[in-house]
């Protein structure tokens, strides 16, 4: 029975699908998935519960993204990650995917993410007998002599079926004849073709033609067939058979020749003569398609190339090649062709799961990509290399099969470099080395990991005092490497726990710097705050730096005299004697200004006075001296008006008024003067604190003097045995005291007395120099016991070497005390004395 494999496939495949539609799955240590399935079977035919195989829910099959690639260009199945499902996408025909090889596997990569896993699966793709054997002639000529031998061999052309193993081609079967049997040869590589064998010598006058069904039969369940039809021609007789040089012809031929490159020259020989001595070259038997590959010519025998070889699809092909004579005879021989791989495919780059970008604080051997090579040439032709072109902070590293991860392997800064162009070559190893480039961008996301930086340590900025509140006197910049909110900058004044609002204010987001208030260069010439300027990282990172302000004077502020002061009345009284010579100090005027500066430097001028030749005014110094000697017509009274300017712009000044009095004698200078001062208006406040003082110390002296009664009544009654004190020789002469000798009073005292007054008994004519006026010389008057010193008027001033007053007037600043043959001297200084009070 002949099975025609076309009709009958739709039938045939249910048949087998029901039987074949059971599923093998082998794990090895959870690392490698195995299952089967047979081919033409339906789309989205089931192939294996990967969740069930790997003791895992489809729960965490969705959680760690796992997903299925298939090798190759071309993605065979689908994976359902929430039935952990693998089907096919269509349904597959082994023939196409694997043709000419005896098993069919389709490999394909399963992928984890959380953690990174890869798990390598293959699926076989088994046969179904769905094609019958097909003889490449329908019918097969043969010419064979009549005085062919018995036990001759004729080959016959090869029967082609494209299942394998028991469904591929198994056995030839001859149809009933009486002079050939079937005998079946082996070729290189395992195929068996059919051979007519003559077992009894043909006679071409009984039967010139011969007429044989050749059925060429598969393995499979049912089985399946194809026939042809070999046609015998008995041919008269001829004494020689052509031969060839050999039986085998062995070549090797790259993969890259171009058509029309001479691959081989097969020779035969024919000693007959005439037409019985011409051959003729022909291809009986072309496997694998080399007909459309090869040329044959059949009067050279050259064999050329006609198409593209290509090693990755066929490494070797194998043809007969028959020699017939002008007789009819024939011989046959066998060319092998090896084809030699060339370095003709670049490698290939498959690029599988891609990170767009990384933070710049990722550590080191983060996975950043994950890619597959792979090269359809062999040997050092498909012997890959990855490598990754420029000096980056990134690293290859092979993993399972020919997968590579692509890694960091230094940490990231995104302010020195904010995205990577990453470009992976892959190079094979041949002789002329091909490769193939895939590039990456990386992108790399900013951390919050610089902090913001001022352009300067110390800022200085000035404004002129009394400034209108609000006013801008300048900026603080800050700039932050970072980036987005990590860059955007916010500045603020840093103000201690207790410490006052300052006078200045800072905008957050601009750095500029107001004065919130008017500002006194007299009180404050200065302000020093401190800056912060914080990003809008999270942590915020923050920086910080001094903000100077200064203030500039302004002339707001008028001189102020010091002296003469202003409670003097209608002005300051100064005395000038009348024989003061040019250049006699009157007076010093002494002003301040609070300003600073020029406009705190002060001039002085006359700006009124009685006499204007009499005096004059330091400029700088404000000294008031006689300008010439005072002369007898001078008037006695002079008024001055003096004018302090300092030097701002514009200037103030001020101006103070001096009452002076040309005088002969110093006694009644107080009586003048008071004359011309007005009366004094009444201060009730001040007299109350002059009260209240006077009651103080005079509780305090109250006290004072019951302390000391009672220490001395103590002391005495301790010391009643004690010797009495002695006073020094010359207290007089002695350095005690801070007045003049002409000042001073001498007292006599009783030793042992516990009265503490003394009197003032009577004049003592004092000494001055020779030639000074009397009406200048201070007074002196003297009380002594003739038991005391017994120095009188003169001889004190003869022991002196002075002159004596004796018209001496006024009153008594200077007394002598005798006690006990001592003499005392007690510095006493009267506020009485118009002239001492002067001086």
Known sequence: MVWNGRQNRGSLRQVISLCLLCVCVWQSGAESLRYSLAEEMERDSFVGNIAQDLGLTPSQLAARKARVVSEGNQQLFRFNPSTGVLTAKEPLDREEICPQSETCTLFFTLFFDNPLQLIRGEVEVLDVNDNSPVFPKKEMVLKILETTPAGSRFPLDRAQDVDVGS???????????????LALGSAKRGAKYPELILEQQLDREKEAEISILLTASDGGSPPRSGTAQIRIVVLDANDNTPTFSREVYEVQLDENSPPGQLVVTVAATDPDEGSYGKVQYAFTQTLDGSQQLFDLNPDTGQIRVTGKLDFEETQSYEMMVEVTDGGGLSAHCKVIV??????????????????????????????????SVRDRDAGDNGRIECTIDGDLPFTLSPTLGNFYELRTNAALDRETTAEYNISIRATDCGPRRLSSRESLW???????????????????????????????????????????????????????????????????????????????????RALEVWVSAADGGSPALSARALLRVLVRDENDNAPVVLHPGAESGAGAGELVPRWAPAGYLVAKVVAVDADAGQNAWLSYELAKATEPGLFRLGLHSGELRTARAVAERDAPRHRLVVLVRDRGQPPRSASATLAIALLHDFSDAHVRLSQDAPPAEPDDTLTLYLIACLACVSALCLATGLAALLMKLRRDRQRQAEPLPTFPTAVAESDAGSLPRSLVYDVCLATGSLSSDFHFLGPLLPCFPAGMPPVMAPQRSSVCSQEASGLGERGDCAEQGRAPLSEATGPTPVVEACAANKRVELNLNSDQNPWLAHQ
């Open 167 to 181: 469904n591929g081609l198994q056995n030839y079967s001859l149809g009933s004849n009486s002079h050939f049997l």
């Open 338 to 371: 090896e084809v030699v791989d060339v370095n003709d495919h670049a490698p290939e780059i498959q690029l599988t799961s891609h990170t767009a970008s990384i933070p710049e604080d990722a550590p080191p051997r983060t996975v950043v990509a994950l890619f």
């Open 442 to 524: 990386v992108q790399v996301t900013d951390v919050n990991d610089n902090a913001p930086a001022f352009s300067q340590e110390l800022y200085s900025m000035w404004v002129t005092e009394n400034n209108s509140p609000m006013v801008r006197i300048g900026s603080v910049q800050a700039s932050d490497a970072d980036a987005g909110s990590n860059a955007r900058v916010q500045y603020a004044l840093v103000r201690e726990e207790g410490q006052e609002q300052a006078a200045v204010s800072v905008s957050s987001e601009s750095g500029d710097v107001y004065v919130v208030r008017s500002l006194d260069y007299e009180r404050v």
